[in-house]
């Protein structure tokens, strides 16, 4: 039996009826990729409203990579559930947060003793991130990255790239951000070639100390190892190698923005371990809660102690049941060995990609790292024009036959793959036949079919 069951057109007459009271009660900027109404999920699955099945590529944006109720999370969140749901660590701690923040110092990347606080998103990751390296070297600057996405409170989309929609009409942001260029060689900034470059846009940093912002008042870099909502660019690997030598020669941190990256998506349990970058901080969020709101920064216990007491935390951060699915989350990695999972699922997508980029100009650039993949849709191979109307084409034949993905880029052109790990070799190929279907449909100019429920 096919995992994709299709009872009804999608989005079915529940999800429709839905759809109109959401509108009627819910902001239109709080946007949705699908116009389907979830009632249940598993692993990999996710069935509607209308009882449709579906192969999730989505994961809640990279929040289940241990998958839809991962049964180890769900009998931890249950038995926290029985004893006390809240209490605030700032007014009556408890252990479960203690417990997170010792396995974060164990498995973060960077060198030394750690020291970690836990909050309730990836944009109070990034925002306390930034505090805590103002507060170490007492400087003001950040650098962030052209095509980088922290968040959407203030600090965290002063120092995102993208302007619509995450930025316009929002101004005036917090000043002291400054960018530079990310090693995005597909659409290089400089018009240079990698490898003849010599990754020229890390070394332009000292332009930028010159010309832009002087080195004694930056406080921190900012980059996510491979960017996120900025379409799974992966650098080259001279490129944090490089950058990390300049930060480190003019006392600058490096802040890795793991927050999408994290939690096994690129084949380790984090990207940094991959590229060579060796972070002073790392922000955390999204897998960490198994699907319930957690995030941390963990970073150099003499760094992570400069704030004093009171100067950091919230209402929430930590919440016992976050803290109890984390710790579950982090056993299922290590018992289901899903880092290696993720390795074998990108090397399933890549083989299934790399006959598509045969077939259709369409398909521009196949990139990504483990199973953080994804393909940076053009209109031609030659002017590398971005399609965009195709790609939203793309994501919506993916969802009318049952498959949730979403999109990403600065350019809006990227499909991207942030499917539960836990997703059986069946659910992926299956997941991979109808984007594949999905792209020939688009690249062959025809107008998406409506799938037939049966
Ligand atoms: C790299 C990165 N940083 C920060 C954030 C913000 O996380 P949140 O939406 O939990 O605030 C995101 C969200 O997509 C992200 O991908």
Redesign the pocket.
């Known amino acids: 039996m096919s995992t994709i069951q299709l009872r009804t057109l999608i989005p079915g007459p529940r999800s429709q009826a839905l759809m109109k009271r959401r509108n009627d009660a819910v902001v239109q900027a709080a946007y949705h990729a699908t116009p389907v109404f979830v009632a249940k999920a598993e692993g990999a699955l996710i069935e509607d409203v209308d009882g449709n099945r579906m192969i999730d590529f989505a994961g809640g944006?990279?929040c289940l990579n241990a998958g839809h109720r991962a049964p180890a999370v769900i009998d931890a969140v249950r038995r926290q559930f029985d004893r006390f749901l809240h209490t605030s660590f700032n007014v009556l701690p408890y252990e479960s947060y203690v417990a997170v923040c010792e396995k974060l110092n164990a498995i973060a990347p960077g060198k030394g003793p750690k020291k970690t606080l836990l909050v309730?998103?990836?944009?109070?990751?990034?925002e306390n991130a930034v505090k805590i390296a103002r507060a170490y070297t007492r400087r003001p600057a950040i650098i962030a990255f052209e095509d980088?996405?922290?968040?959407?409170?203030y600090m965290?989309m002063a120092m995102t790239s993208k302007t619509h929609p995450y930025k316009a009409g929002f101004e005036p942001f917090p000043t002291e951000v400054y960018r530079i260029p990310y090693a995005y060689c597909y659409r290089c900034s400089y018009s240079m070639q990698y490898p003849s470059c010599g990754v020229f846009c890390a070394k332009h940093l000292e332009d930028t100390f010159k010309r832009v912002v002087a080195a004694e008042t930056v406080a921190a870099v900012i980059v996510?190892p491979i960017?996120?909502?900025g379409g799974f660019v992966t650098p080259p690997a001279e490129f944090f190698p490089t950058l990390g030598e300049i930060c480190r020669k003019h006392g600058i941190l490096l802040i890795a923005?793991?927050?999408?990256?994290g939690f096994g998506r690129t084949g380790a349990m984090f990207a940094c371990e991959r590229l060579g970058l060796e972070p002073d901080l790392v922000?955390m969020?999204?897998s960490l809660g198994g699907g319930l709101?957690l995030?941390a920064v963990t970073g150099r216990a003499d760094i992570m102690d400069a704030p004093a007491s009171g100067q950091l935390g919230g209402t929430f951060g930590g919440n016992p049941a976050a803290c109890e699915a984390a710790l579950a989350v982090l056993d299922v990695f290590a018992k289901q060995n899903l880092c290696a999972r993720a390795n074998v699922l990108g090397e399933r997508f890549r083989k299934r990609a790399a006959e598509w980029q045969n077939h259709w100009q369409l398909v521009g650039q196949v990139r990504g790292l483990g199973a953080m993949q994804a393909l940076e849709l053009v209109r031609s191979r030659l002017t590398r024009e971005p399609a965009d109307d195709e790609t939203k084409q793309v994501s919506q034949y993916c969802y009318e036959h049952g498959l949730v993905t979403i999109t990403a880029g600065s350019y809006s052109n990227v499909i991207r793959l942030l499917m539960p790990l836990v997703i059986t070799d069946a659910q992926m190929d299956e997941g991979l036949d109808v984007l594949g279907s999905a792209l020939g449909h688009v690249a062959e100019g025809k107008p998406a079919l409506t799938a037939q429920p049966g």
Do not use: R
Not at 120 to 126: F, I, K, L, Q, S
Not at 148 to 153: E, K, L, M
Not at 257 to 261: A, G, L, M, S, Y
């Open positions: 944006i990279g309730n998103t990836g944009a109070e990751a990034t980088a996405f922290h968040g959407h409170t965290a996510e960017l996120g909502e923005d793991e927050v999408q990256t922000a969020a999204k709101p995030a």
